[in-house]
């Protein structure tokens, strides 16, 4: 599976950007899909992943209210919905995903990532 990242730019604060990752291959439908984020001088942390079928999520408690991830599985894409930027959002974010049976915020759990896009929020 390769994972294609896009969406990104500068945004000021308060504002909104909407992040895609566009998946290959047919097993996209069965994997958990999520997003992780890494500022600069910072690791690598855990934004907010789906279900292979979208029926459950998990957020990042930094993002809970603020952002929101979706996935259309016949487009094999996966969403990141963001709402209300913060400057403390600025980061290269990561999409990732894999044939895990529970949705994971550790970085280990999943298998495929793409190669990141980079949201920087203005204050």
């Known amino acids: 599976v390769q994972l294609q990242a896009s969406g990104g730019g500068l945004v000021q604060a308060r504002g909104s950007l909407r992040l895609s990752c566009a998946a290959s291959?047919?097993?996209?439908?069965?994997?958990?899909m999520s997003w992780f984020r890494q500022a600069p001088g910072k690791e690598r942390e855990f934004v907010a992943a789906?279900?292979?079928?979208?029926?459950?999520?998990r957020y990042a408690d930094s993002v809970k209210g603020r952002f929101t991830i979706s996935r259309d599985n016949a487009k094999n894409t996966v969403y990141l919905q963001m709402n209300s930027l913060k400057p403390e959002d600025t980061a290269v974010y990561y999409c990732?995903?894999?044939?895990?049976?529970?949705?994971?915020?550790?970085?280990?759990?999943?298998?495929?990532w793409g190669q990141g896009t980079l949201v920087t929020v203005s204050s």
């Open positions: 291959g047919r097993a996209f439908s069965t994997y958990v």
């Open positions: 990732a995903g894999g044939a895990t049976a529970a949705i994971g915020m550790n970085a280990g759990t999943y298998d495929y």
């Open positions: 789906i279900s292979w079928r979208g029926v459950s999520t």
